[in-house]
């Protein structure tokens, strides 16, 4: 059997149920990564994104998982070989800004849970052709946000979908009311020089929304 056969939408799916947030992480300190990942499970939001848009990103994936009930996944994971080396820090799921043939492909042939970035029609019927159907609606405010996912939900009915990108806490429910939307993408968890215990009250704030 190939690796290709082995891939299961519902994968990202249970993922993307896990909780109504997925916080995105830009890791700075890598010292820290392991006591802000213990902060945000112990505040309910097991699922965790660290974006490769720092040095350290890899090394964070590695320190994050070795907190128990964290899913620790790859954000801005832009080519087949950011893959590769994701899958070998121990990253649980694959979320991109974007969605290329080659990346797709490469994504499903890993058997990865997948969140591919997705933005317009042609985006979503990309990853239709590939057999994806749970998206990633990025950069959801500048995308147009509810009024342009409501649009898009029209034609393409069987997706769901992760929007992120300009949502903040106050916004986020409004989001999570909309069928089609199983959680959301939030920068806003893990600010610059939050401490640990204001990590922790806005993971509360978070794991309490409902969707």
Known sequence: MSDTQTFDPSEIERVMKTAPVIPVLVVKDVGKAREQAEALVDGGLKVLEVTLRTTDALEAIKRMNLVPGAIVGAGTVINARQLDEARGAGSEFIVSPGLTQDLGAAAVASGLPFLPGIANAGDIMRGLD???????????????????????????????????????????????????????GGSWIVPDGASLEEINARAREAAALSN
């Open 130 to 184: 590939l057999g994806l159907n749970h998206f990633k609606f990025f950069p959801a405010m500048a995308a147009g946000g509810i009024p342009a996912l409501k649009a898009l939900s029209g034609p393409f009915g069987q997706c769901l979908f992760c929007p992120t990108g300009g949502i903040t806490a106050e916004t986020a429910p409004e989001w999570l009311a909309m069928r089609n939307v199983l959680c959301l």
